[in-house]
T-cell receptor, first 113, second 112 residues
């Protein structure tokens, strides 16, 4: 158990809809990272927050947004969903930034019908 | 930015044999290199990591080597077991950088 909690585990919705994925980092970790993993693909970095502030952006679409709250949990919002957004979305946390190990949750599997 | 290449994409070995997965990186400032194991239905799990001031690190049947000059690092698994079957990812990051770059992954199958 990594200590990172992601909810929900599975999400099924339709094109054009909006969903929110939630992540609770390990106790004491200030950084939260979001990744997308499509079928048989690697991990695509989306965005990172550190202690409530956005620190880095990767290949995140404009339809996607995230935030980190004062209690350090984070939410990833995906809107105007398309079939191609179907993927596993992982959250990871670390104590700081840079050369720190990241600890991953078990992901949210998003299926767009 | 950093680019991490990982080979091979698939690897099949017989139980008891060794497995080696190799990664190369492009940014000479990278100084932290973790390896993750992802089992079906799970998130990636950190199995071993190495920093640039060390050339080799070992943890039981798993070892990682780093060649800073050539900018490549490798994961070695000895005496493989069926439960080692998974997808393995290498990654690289550096100080004051906010993203970690991952390799594309290697699907390891250990045949009993």
């Amino acid at each position: 158990d990594s200590g990172v909690t992601q909810t929900p585990k599975h999400l099924i919705t339709a094109t054009g809809q909006r969903v929110t994925l939630r992540c609770s980092p390990r106790s004491g970790d200030l950084s939260v990272y979001w990744y997308q993993q499509s079928l048989d693909q690697g991990l695509q970095f989306l965005i990172q927050y550190y202690n409530g502030e956005e620190r880095a952006k990767g290949n995140i679409l404009e339809r996607f947004s995230a935030q980190q709250f004062p209690d350090l949990h984070s939410e990833l919002n995906l809107s105007s969903l398309e079939l191609g957004d179907s993927a596993l979305y992982f959250c990871a946390s670390s104590t700081g930034t840079g050369e720190q190990p990241q600890h991953f949750g078990d992901g949210t599997r998003l299926s767009i019908l | 930015g950093e680019n991490v290449e990982q080979h091979p994409s698939t690897l099949s070995v017989q139980e008891g044999d060794s497995a080696v997965i190799k990664c190369t990186y492009s940014d000479s400032a990278s100084n932290y290199f973790p390896w993750y194991k992802q089992e079906l239905g799970k998130g990636p799990q950190l199995i071993i990591d190495i920093r640039s001031n060390v050339g080799e690190k070992k943890d039981q049947r798993i070892a990682v080597t780093l060649n800073k000059t050539a900018k490549h690092f490798s994961l070695h698994i000895t005496e493989t077991q069926p439960e080692d079957s998974a997808v393995y990812f290498c990654a690289a990051s550096k100080k004051r950088s906010n993203d970690m770059r991952f390799g594309a992954g290697t699907r390891l199958t250990v045949k009993p």
